[in-house]
């Protein structure tokens, strides 16, 4: 044949092929029966294709599905070729199989039963055939949750027992348990050991749990100063699995309030005035915290206080915390308590305390009184605290705080040795009632129990931290509380504006007064790059007087993170 005539025969030969195989073919499935049939349709399968092998590939996808529901003896008969793009095939589904029984042997955990829906025999579990697949994954998860990550489920021996239910017995091939040899901190190599030991609970020589682990990290939203970067991952190796955590530090520490200072005309002293509220958080890698505070008020008075909190010392789940707390009232008084407390971290929100306080208070007048004299008391206290986090609102971090404690004890001076008891209540709680709108609700009081009572060691509340409206530490109290709300309305992620809502009832033995006070204003709170920037404006009235706008108060305040 010439060559230009060969050429040409290819060519069209080309386009027969290529029109040939190009047509959309047809599929019908034909079970045994029309009541089959029907399950086939019900179960539903493509019926146009583009070439004879994604026929094929259909034909086994339902062939599996079938299967599944529990027609298991489904074979393909025949494929036959009616015409040009029709192709039929007949299928045999058989009867369906509702029930099948596994056994097992005596190794076999029957705990992890508890996981599926199932009945039980002796040595043996029953199914619904068509819960098989997803009962038997559950299984083979809860398996590798014990350390053996690599394990499979397979039945075997598979056999008939009745018209609607078939045996086989189940066959665990296991690989060598996994156990925790080494755990590595990414990102924050400095991380406290102490925290992935006893916050997480974390450690090497433990069985290998993949869900328990990230449940674990996931503590880390409880933390303040470490982030979770990404996922845990597990590297195994022949004789070894390591564990990584992608951690991050955050910066967390705080600052708040001015300071002034200047000469006394009398004393020739420098006298600061003002307020200073720091904290320092997990600077030297230890999860470590500490306070410093200082404020002189409008009313001649002092307030230094200093404490620490040393968790999960050497490794234990023990922590400590100390601090010292003086209090100076003008020329009256000056109260030194020193207080050493041991606490137990039971988990990320737990904590109970343990510890003694020591409190030694001067008279600074010439003359001792029936009310004001020197003097000394020394409490054992107890203490519960509860913490619930939401760190991911820098606005609003904590969304429930509950603190309780109490001290038992005894107040000794020239009169003799009294015996008192004091309870302190100090709790608050965020109600989320949609992205924009939330109240705040805090409720804070104490009650000191004594036989007779001296000024020096009386409670004083009122301001900022307390009830609102009213002078820093003005009002003197027994016994005292004092309820604080806030309507939140949040007009961005930075920004939110609230209402003040304050009441309070306190009892002075000493003078023998009880009253109730009342504190109304609002506020607005404005987070910048300096820090949180929060602006009140408060008026407080007393049950046995009447409003005064000239008796409000303006707090301002800006709590700056570094």
Do not use: C
Request: hydrophobic content about 35%.
């Amino acid at each position: 044949m010439p060559k230009k005539k060969y050429s040409f025969f290819i060519f069209f030969l080309l386009i027969f092929v290529n029109e040939t195989f190009s047509q959309s073919l047809s599929l019908e499935v034909k079970p045994e029966s029309e009541r089959k049939t029907a399950i086939v349709d019900s179960i539903g399968y493509k019926k146009k294709f583009s070439n004879y092998l994604s026929i094929t590939s259909e034909l086994d996808t339902l062939r599996y599905k079938l299967t599944r529901l529990g027609y298991i003896d489904t074979t393909l008969d025949s494929v036959t070729k009616e015409n040009d793009t029709l192709f039929r095939a007949k299928m045999f589904l058989g009867e369906k199989i509702n029930r099948i029984r596994i056994h097992y042997d005596s190794i076999f955990n029957t705990e992890l039963l508890n996981f599926i829906d199932h009945t039980s025999g002796d040595h043996f579990f029953e199914l619904d055939i068509a819960q098989l697949e997803s009962s038997l994954n559950e299984l083979n998860s809860k398996v590798a949750e014990q350390g053996d990550p690599f394990s499979t489920l397979q039945l075997v021996n598979i056999s008939k027992m009745t018209y609607d239910l078939i045996s086989a017995d189940l066959k665990i091939v296991s690989n060598q348990k996994r156990r925790i040899d080494k755990i590595i901190v990414k990102g924050y190599e400095k991380f406290p050991q102490s925290y992935i030991k006893r916050f997480m609970k974390l450690r090497t020589g433990k069985t290998l749990n993949l869900n328990d682990i990230k449940d674990k990290v996931e503590l880390l939203d409880d933390l303040r100063f470490a982030n979770k970067i990404r996922d845990p991952e597990v590297l195994f190796t022949k004789d070894s699995t390591t564990l990584y955590l992608y951690l991050e530090k955050t910066r967390v520490n705080n600052f708040d309030g001015f300071l002034g200072f200047g000469t006394n005309e009398n004393t020739n002293r420098i006298e600061f005035d003002g307020y200073l509220d720091l904290r320092l958080i997990n600077n030297l890698n230890f999860g470590e915290t500490l306070n410093l505070f200082y404020k002189s008020d409008e009313i001649d008075q002092q307030t230094f206080r200093v404490d620490t909190d040393l968790p999960y010392l050497f490794g234990s789940p023990i922590g400590l915390q100390i601090g010292l707390n003086i209090f100076r009232k003008d020329t009256t008084f000056s109260n030194a308590s020193q207080y050493a407390k041991i606490n137990y971290q039971i988990n990320a929100q737990h904590r109970i305390a343990a510890g003694i306080t020591s409190t030694n208070s001067t008279n600074l007048l010439d003359n001792d009184t029936s009310i004001l004299n020197d003097y000394t008391s020394n409490y054992y206290t107890v203490g519960y605290n509860y913490t619930k986090s939401q760190f991911y609102d820098p606005l609003f971090p904590i969304n429930f705080w509950f603190d309780l404690s109490a001290g038992f004890g005894n107040r000794e001076n020239d009169l003799g040795s009294q015996s008192q008891t004091v309870f302190n209540l100090n709790t608050y709680k965020i109600f989320n009632l949609n992205p924009k709108n939330s109240i705040y609700a805090r409720l804070n009081g104490a009650i000191l129990t004594s036989d007779d009572y001296l000024d020096n060691e009386l409670f004083r509340f009122g301001g900022i931290n307390s009830i609102r409206g009213f002078e820093e530490n003005s009002l003197v109290a027994n016994l005292f509380g004092v309820i604080n709300t806030e309507y939140r309305y949040r007009l961005s992620n930075s920004i939110y504006v609230h209402s003040v809502l304050d009441a309070a009832y306190f009892e002075n033995q000493i003078t023998d007064a009880k009253e109730k006070l009342f504190g109304f204003g609002f506020g607005l709170g404005l987070l910048t790059n300096a820090g949180l920037f929060r602006l009140n404006y408060s008026s407080g009235k007393s049950e046995n007087r009447q409003f005064r706008l000239s008796d409000s108060k303006v707090h301002v305040s800006l709590t700056a993170t570094f």
